[in-house]
């Protein structure tokens, strides 16, 4: 199988290269199967032509998958039930999903991917949201691929008037991964969080592009990144507020909580703040450092070993996010995910 190789994750306006933030090169095999709507999924037809969006990966990640004939599945939802999509990976695999909630819907996604131990590769996940008028998706991932499976996942999402839709993300496990989300606030009062809670360890890799866009007046957005980093770990986070002239009144937040757990690390943050319009709130903050002496302390002086103060730190971070899921069947899954993780350990 070929392999195509292409940019993505591109920080708008780049800055300076020598911190080799701006984008990154990803290899990616063309003719990838796709996968994740094999469950028994109720699905319909998604026209290309309806669903292009800007996505957190970039354009040359969708020129990719159309080239790769890669085509968008419309994922049917029942009212406010969870749609749950759970799949590990075995070979190569690109997927395009869309989920879409009618005017005043509640629209609820969980999605698990994962692979085995024996399994090497790439796969592909984009996931396009568009969400009417006073409409809610609450969309919660779990991505934990095994040593050979790196996973790209892409989200592209549309708010109208009066819309929300809260992200929750826990990255863990194997492989390295790159990851994109940006949201278009199209719509007066539309609203997006996203909760990011990673643990990278034994030499993985995490990039991250996240833009919230602000189109319409009074518009929110909160972008939250929680983690840990230990044993030659590289995580990459670009954090884009982007205030666009006419989006008089809206409000856009970016924060970051890193632990760094060793000197081995390397952790680059990029907040990015673009405004062209006045009447505006922009906030970006970031916390990155070890873990307090006297904590670490504490915890070993009552008979935990340093390594499994560690573990707690870690799963700590990853139950930060987790705790953000709004559907309580999705957020009892994740919990338990992370749970089972750590008590293994």
Excluded at 51 to 76: H, I, R, Y
Aim: hydrophobic share 40%.
């Amino acid at each position: 199988m070929t392999a195509e190789k292409i940019k993505i994750n591109s920080l708008v306006p780049p800055t300076w290269n020598r911190l080799k933030v701006n984008d990154i090169t990803v290899e990616l095999p063309t003719g990838s199967a796709a996968g994740m709507t094999d469950q028994g999924l109720k699905t319909g037809e998604a026209k290309p032509a309806d669903w292009q969006m800007d996505t957190g990966c970039g354009a040359e990640l969708s020129a990719f998958l159309e080239k790769n004939g890669t085509k968008p599945v419309l994922v049917a939802n029942d009212g406010d039930k969870l749609v749950s999509i759970k799949k590990t990976y075995t070979e190569n695999a690109a997927d395009i999903i869309c989920f879409e909630a009618k005017e005043g819907q509640t629209v609820n996604i969980l999605t698990d991917v994962t692979s085995d131990e024996n399994t090497e590769g790439t796969a592909v996940l984009q996931v396009l949201l568009k969400a009417e008028k006073g409409a809610k998706i609450n969309l919660a991932q779990i991505v934990r691929p095994g040593k050979g499976m790196k996973i790209v996942n892409d989200i592209g999402s549309v708010a109208a008037e009066g819309a929300q839709i809260n992200i929750v993300q826990v990255f863990m496990d194997g492989s390295d991964i790159s990851a994109g989300c940006r949201t278009a606030l199209k719509g007066e009062e539309a609203a997006t969080e996203n909760h990011v809670g990673l643990v990278r360890t034994n030499g993985q890799t995490l990039d991250m592009n996240y833009v919230a866009k602000h189109l319409a007046k009074t518009t929110k957005a909160d972008i939250n990144v929680t983690g840990a980093l230990s044993k030659n770990a590289r995580k990459t986070f670009r954090g884009t507020i982007d205030f666009v002239k006419g989006c008089t009144g809206s409000d856009g937040k970016e924060s970051e909580n890193m632990l760094l757990l060793d000197d081995t690390i390397v952790n680059k943050t990029v907040p990015l703040i673009l405004c062209t319009e006045e009447t505006v709130a922009g906030s970006h903050g970031a916390t990155i450092g070890k873990p307090a002496e006297d904590i670490l302390f504490y915890m070993t002086s009552r008979g935990i070993t340093r390594e499994r103060a560690v573990e707690i730190l870690e799963r700590a971070s990853l139950e930060a996010a987790a705790n953000k899921i709004e559907n309580a069947e999705a957020k009892e899954y994740v919990l338990g995910i992370i749970a089972g993780k750590y008590a293994d350990e």
